[in-house]
């Protein structure tokens, strides 16, 4: 599976972006995805991930309620809308796929990562 995340950009505090990770290879419908994201100076957190059919959501705590993930396996794509930014959203999102049972927010169960896209949340 190679993922490409874009969507990228600059935007005020309370305004929305919309990141997405486009999928290429044939087993990406068997994939849990998940977005994940790295601050400057800051370790990698996870942010929010979906299982393979979209039946199950995951989302951290900070982003709960702002933020949206789903996937359209036909288009092997993975949207994630992202409302209400703030300031501390500013970060490199990186988008992931892995075989886990589940959705979940540990790094380690994803094996495949695309490049990061820039989000930058102004106040």
């Known amino acids: 599976v190679q993922l490409q995340a874009s969507g990228g950009g600059l935007v005020q505090a309370g305004g929305s972006l919309r990141l997405s990770c486009a999928a290429s290879g044939r087993t990406f419908s068997m994939n849990n995805m998940g977005w994940f994201r790295q601050a400057p100076g800051k370790d990698r957190e996870f942010v929010a991930a979906?299982?393979?059919?979209?039946?199950?959501?995951n989302y951290a705590d900070s982003v709960k309620g702002r933020f949206t993930i789903t996937r359209d396996n036909a288009k092997k794509t993975v949207p994630l809308q992202m409302n209400s930014l703030k300031p501390e959203d500013t970060a490199v999102y990186y988008c992931?796929?892995?075989?886990?049972?589940?959705?979940?927010?540990?790094?380690?169960?994803?094996?495949?990562w695309g490049q990061g896209t820039l989000v930058t949340v102004s106040s």
């Open positions: 992931a796929a892995g075989r886990a049972n589940s959705p979940t927010a540990r790094a380690d169960q994803y094996d495949y």
């Open positions: 979906i299982n393979w059919s979209g039946s199950t959501t």
